[in-house]
């Protein structure tokens, strides 16, 4: 058990339809990740967290897609009108500032049809 | 172009082998983590390093970071060792992000 928690574990959507992503962070790390993963390819950062505040983007991360994490705890991860390419591992990892150091959890395995 | 290159894709072998998987990097690093991840997904921090050797049970770590190269041995291969290994790179900056490699699918028969 990392102490990283992401729900659901997995979840199969209609295309066009909206889901959400929650990740429960270690509760003293102010760093929160999402990182994106496709069958046989490693993980592709997404976008990241420093407390609540969203200080990158990447560009894999098209306008259908937005995180929040309101209070600098938890962070949600929504997709919009979604196509069956969102099909992926999505992953959260949370980290300390400084240490280079990132935990993750079991990632919620989205499959679109 | 991934950043961070590994190989074998993919690597099988008998139980109680040798095994080595590499990793190498394009760019100046802070650090390199090797990551262990299994059929369900999750993603478990196997070592952590800048330079020099690490090693944990059966597992060693190395990076030379001249060579931008690092490798993960594992001596006396078990099939339980079967899953997914990781190499990502923590670069400088302050994001503090990882970039992965694409992974290297181990298989270890009895």
């Known amino acids: 058990d990392t102490g990283v928690s992401q729900n659901p574990r997995h979840k199969i959507t209609k295309r066009g339809q909206n889901v959400t992503f929650r990740c429960d962070p270690i509760?003293?790390?102010?760093?929160l990740y999402w990182y994106r993963q496709t069958l046989g390819q490693g993980p592709e950062f997404l976008t990241y967290?420093?407390?609540?505040?969203?200080?990158?983007k990447s560009r894999l991360l098209s306008d259908r897609f937005s995180a929040e994490r309101p209070k600098g705890s938890f962070s949600t991860l929504e997709i919009q009108r979604t196509e069956q390419g969102d099909s992926a591992m999505y992953l959260c990892?949370?980290?300390?500032?400084?240490?280079?150091?990132?935990?993750f959890g079991q990632g919620t395995r989205l499959t679109v049809v | 172009k991934n950043e961070v290159e590994q190989s074998p894709q993919n690597l099988t072998a008998q139980e109680g082998e040798f095994i080595t998987i590499n990793c190498s990097y394009s760019?100046?690093?802070?650090?390199l983590h090797w990551l262990q991840q299994h059929p369900g997904g999750g993603i478990v921090s196997l070592f952590m390093?800048?330079?020099g050797k690490k090693k944990h049970g059966r597992l060693i770590a190395t990076i030379n970071i001249q060579e931008k190269h690092s490798s993960l041995h594992i001596t006396a291969s078990h099939p339980r060792d079967s899953a997914v290994y990781i190499c990502a790179a923590l670069y400088r900056g302050g994001a503090q992000k990882l970039v992965f490699g694409q992974g290297t699918r181990l298989t270890i028969n009895p």
């Open positions: 390093l800048s330079s």
């Open positions: 990892a949370s980290s300390l500032v400084g240490t280079g150091v990132a935990f």
């Open positions: 760019v100046g690093i802070s650090a």
């Open positions: 967290f420093q407390n609540e505040a969203q200080l990158e």
């Open positions: 509760s003293e790390h102010n760093r």
